[in-house]
């Protein structure tokens, strides 16, 4: 109820009736009408989100004090989860990992700063299941003071594409990104499109897009599924659908290449 309104057209994660396929048919439709588009990462995003920030933004769309408190508490004091886990592994059908506690498979490849016990105003866990909305609210309001009528976006959850005819919104974007206390990864960011040139292949939300003529992707058992052709005609219409059904869905009759032209 209190979100409702301050996450705009070009955010499609976790919200009502938008996902992968809507993110990728909305960039497919904008990104040929910016002579500079930028594929961003933020560096350690969730360890690096600032509960003090994430405090003014709920408070300023209206959510009481007490409920924000509520939000932020298991923020601040990381409890003890001694529960054993046993995970398996659908995709290498390797044997299941087993974890000791909820603390430890939070904690796994080192991808959070839940530390055990330790209070702390920095950071939202991965484990947490309302952790991607917090941190997804501190890009929103990034991306809004960005946003002009000569640039545009697409976005879901931390995964995003800059779309602008100047080059100097991607500076202004890396800058607004320092003022809340965040990162560009360098090292995973990149124009994928200069002065109106050609695209040159880049992989969002599961796509490689090779070319206007050639986008693919690979299942999660290996399989190539390709579409060929006019890819921007294609993907407006049912055609695309059918290419992610298959792409998500993974269905198990799934052919080693899958040409729709």
């Given at each position: 109820?209190?979100?409702?309104?301050?996450?705009?057209?070009?955010?499609?994660?976790?919200?009502?009736?938008?996902?992968?396929?809507?993110?990728?048919?909305?960039?497919?439709?904008?990104?040929?009408?910016?002579?500079?588009?930028?594929?961003?990462?933020?560096?350690?995003?969730?360890?690096?989100?600032?509960?003090?920030?994430?405090?003014?933004?709920?408070?300023?769309?209206?959510?009481?004090?007490?409920?924000?408190?509520?939000?932020?508490?298991?923020?601040?004091?990381?409890?003890?989860?001694?529960?054993?886990?046993?995970?398996p592994d659908y995709v290498t059908k390797q044997e299941s990992k087993i974890f000791s506690s909820v603390f430890e498979k939070i904690n796994y490849k080192g991808?959070?700063?839940?530390?055990?016990?330790?209070?702390?105003?920095?950071?939202?866990?991965?484990?947490?299941?309302?952790?991607?909305?917090?941190?997804?609210?501190?890009?929103?309001?990034?991306?809004?003071?960005?946003?002009?009528?000569?640039?545009?976006?697409?976005?879901?959850?931390?995964?995003?594409?800059?779309?602008?005819?100047?080059?100097?919104?991607?500076?202004?974007?890396?800058?607004?990104?320092?003022?809340?206390?965040?990162?560009?990864?360098?090292?995973?960011?990149?124009?994928?499109?200069?002065?109106?040139?050609?695209?040159?292949?880049?992989?969002?939300?599961?796509?490689?897009?090779?070319?206007?003529?050639?986008?693919?992707?690979?299942?999660?058992?290996?399989?190539?599924?390709?579409?060929?052709?006019?890819?921007?005609?294609?993907?407006?219409?049912?055609?695309?659908?059918?290419?992610?059904?298959?792409?998500?869905?993974?269905?198990?009759?799934?052919?080693?290449?899958?040409?729709?032209?």
């Amino acid at each position: 109820m209190y979100l409702k309104g301050t996450i705009g057209p070009s955010h499609h994660g976790y919200q009502q009736n938008k996902g992968c396929s809507t993110a990728l048919k909305d960039l497919f439709s904008k990104q040929g009408k910016y002579g500079y588009v930028y594929e961003f990462d933020l560096e350690n995003f969730f360890p690096s989100v600032q509960h003090s920030i994430l405090y003014k933004l709920l408070y300023s769309i209206g959510i009481p004090v007490f409920m924000i408190q509520y939000f932020l508490l298991p923020l601040q004091n990381k409890p003890k989860l001694d529960l054993e886990l046993e995970v398996p592994d659908y995709v290498t059908k390797q044997e299941s990992k087993i974890f000791s506690s909820v603390f430890e498979k939070i904690n796994y490849k080192g991808e959070s700063n839940y530390v055990l016990d330790k209070k702390s105003n920095i950071g939202v866990p991965m484990g947490l299941g309302y952790s991607p909305l917090l941190a997804s609210l501190m890009l929103i309001e990034i991306l809004t003071a960005w946003k002009s009528v000569d640039n545009d976006y697409v976005t879901y959850a931390d995964d995003g594409i800059l779309m602008t005819n100047d080059a100097s919104d991607i500076l202004r974007f890396k800058d607004l990104c320092e003022k809340f206390g965040l990162k560009v990864n360098e090292n995973k960011s990149k124009f994928i499109r200069k002065e109106g040139g050609e695209f040159s292949s880049f992989k969002f939300l599961g796509i490689v897009y090779h070319n206007e003529n050639f986008i693919s992707s690979m299942t999660r058992k290996g399989y190539s599924v390709d579409l060929y052709n006019d890819v921007n005609r294609i993907l407006v219409s049912g055609y695309f659908s059918t290419f992610l059904a298959r792409l998500y869905g993974s269905p198990e009759d799934i052919t080693q290449s899958f040409h729709l032209w």
